[in-house]
């Protein structure tokens, strides 16, 4: 706590504690994972559509978060070893979903009037204190979902707003904690230019990550614009809807060419991104750039937008399950924004939150089309039946790339397990006294899917003789040494 304001390093030391079931506690993390994110999204979808989610649509977001963990192994090799390798970070970041998961699938069950009792409610308030302080960006996440739910849902639950409200300030209460601010002492400034302000500054760190989430999560932003623009669509479509067509229609292309000028933009911008982007004086000419100029300007016609989709007089009773996804989904990007951090391990929450809205809003949206005639098919079994196919291909596709990615996962740590196999049985002959030498590889065959701090280095020599116990006249060797 005092080194991070986090509690997620005291769980650490809690599962490492337990020894042999170190690995089981592991590969459960990853199985809650998808787990959560099942009941969650089911949940939300129920709250909002007020009845059972059907059997296919079960099925379909079942695949969907079952393959949610590997599909972003395929497009982020780097986050096998930095979030699902390192365990550290296995807790605080598989663990930190789980939690936030387990507290929405809990919250929106009882959905719209939060009638819970008294000992549910306490129970919900520590879920809710534990969630917030494991991880700094839970609780910006819950604090945009609170902040949702009661603007938009107003409830009148003595014991829902007692859960709400508690949660909203505990969330909010824990970024007092010192050790979170401690951390800016020791982070180095990770992009300077000359004669900026703090302004300006955070700004060139906000639109290099998007630029840098433009090239590599094109595909997950994207989904999670399409799944916004559709439940619009449903919402603003609908029978008695108080929006005009033309004003419908001009928020859903404009959120249209505003995504697709999100994505060229931002590709040409982390193109050009200097190679000194970490560290020292960046390019100043990149971050005031026309076409960082022009970014700018994209993401405020997104925001505004946004705003007037969902706060149309009338729309915002209909429109409130967007107003939480995308409060969810700006509170686990905000931090790594404001800080401008690149890093997959700091973005995962960002990652995994817009797949997850994506789906809720997906699900929901196809959902209330399905009930419905409208403009592109003329009778309401046609239309179930289109939207049947197309729910059907969604989980298709998620289900071969979720395959893709969990056999990309296997197989390159099988490689790097091989490998090391190799130093394994030296060690055990230098103990045995039938080999004096022990040979640590340069490099591992797939880094990326190998633990953060793996530690091949000249340093590895002196971890390795005390933590394998070798003795004195053992020589151990990193083969990437100079020497």
Do not use: C
Not at 101 to 116: D, E, G, S, V, Y
Not at 434 to 453: K, N
């Amino acid at each position: 706590m005092e080194r991070n304001g986090r509690t997620a390093d005291l769980w650490g030391q809690l599962v490492f504690s337990t020894g042999s079931m170190i690995g089981p506690i592991m590969a459960t993390l990853m199985v809650l994972f998808s787990v959560t994110f099942y009941l969650a999204a089911t949940s939300l979808i129920s709250a909002y559509r007020q009845t059972r989610v059907s059997p296919l649509l079960s099925v379909s977001v079942a695949v969907v978060a079952a393959s949610a963990p590997f599909v972003l192994v395929l497009w982020l090799p780097k986050i096998a070893g930095s979030t699902y390798m390192f365990m550290s970070a296995t807790v605080g970041y598989v663990g930190g979903g789980v939690m936030a998961w387990a507290l929405m699938f809990l919250l929106f069950r009882k959905f719209p009037k939060f009638n819970f009792r008294w000992p549910e409610a306490v129970g919900l308030v520590l879920l809710g204190l534990i969630t917030a302080m494991h991880h700094e960006v839970l609780a910006l996440m819950l604090l945009g979902i609170i902040f949702a739910v009661l603007i938009a849902i107003r409830p009148k639950s003595k014991t829902g707003l007692f859960v709400l409200i508690s949660i909203f300030v505990v969330s909010l209460a824990r970024f007092a904690v010192p050790g979170m601010w401690a951390r800016r002492g020791i982070l180095p400034a990770i992009i300077e230019i000359e004669g900026a302000g703090p302004a300006l500054t955070h700004a060139a760190l906000g639109l290099r990550v998007v630029a840098h989430m433009t090239e590599v999560v094109a595909p997950i932003i994207v989904a999670f614009m399409v799944a916004l623009i559709l439940f619009f669509h449903s919402v603003a479509s609908a029978p008695g809807s108080s929006m005009p067509a033309v004003v419908r229609i001009i928020i859903e292309v404009g959120l249209a060419l505003s995504t697709w000028g999100m994505i060229v933009i931002g590709r040409r911008l982390e193109a050009w991104k200097p190679s000194n982007h970490l560290h020292g004086p960046a390019n100043r000419a990149l971050y005031t750039s026309t076409h960082a100029q022009v970014m700018f300007l994209i993401l405020a016609v997104i925001l505004l937008l946004l705003l007037v989709a969902i706060f149309w007089p009338g729309q915002l009773k209909s429109m409130w399950l967007a107003l939480t996804m995308v409060a969810l989904v700006v509170g686990s990007a905000l931090i790594p924004i404001y800080m401008g951090s690149l890093g997959d391990r700091p973005n995962f929450f960002a990652f995994s939150m817009m797949m997850f809205a994506a789906t809720v809003l997906i699900g929901a949206s196809l959902g209330l089309l399905s009930e419905r005639s409208g403009l592109i098919f003329d009778n309401v079994k046609t239309r179930g039946v289109a939207i049947n196919i197309l729910v059907g291909l969604i989980t298709v596709v998620m289900a071969v790339l979720g395959v893709q990615g969990a056999q990309e996962l296997v197989t390159n740590v099988d490689r790097n397990i091989a490998a090391w196999n190799v130093t394994l049985r030296q060690i055990e002959q230098a103990k045995k006294d039938t080999s004096q030498v022990v040979e640590i590889p340069a490099e591992l065959p797939a880094p990326d899917f190998s633990r953060d701090y793996f530690g091949l280095g000249d340093s590895s020599v002196r971890f390795a003789k005390l933590y394998y116990d070798l003795d004195p006249s053992v020589t151990v060797v990193w083969l990437g040494s100079k020497d």
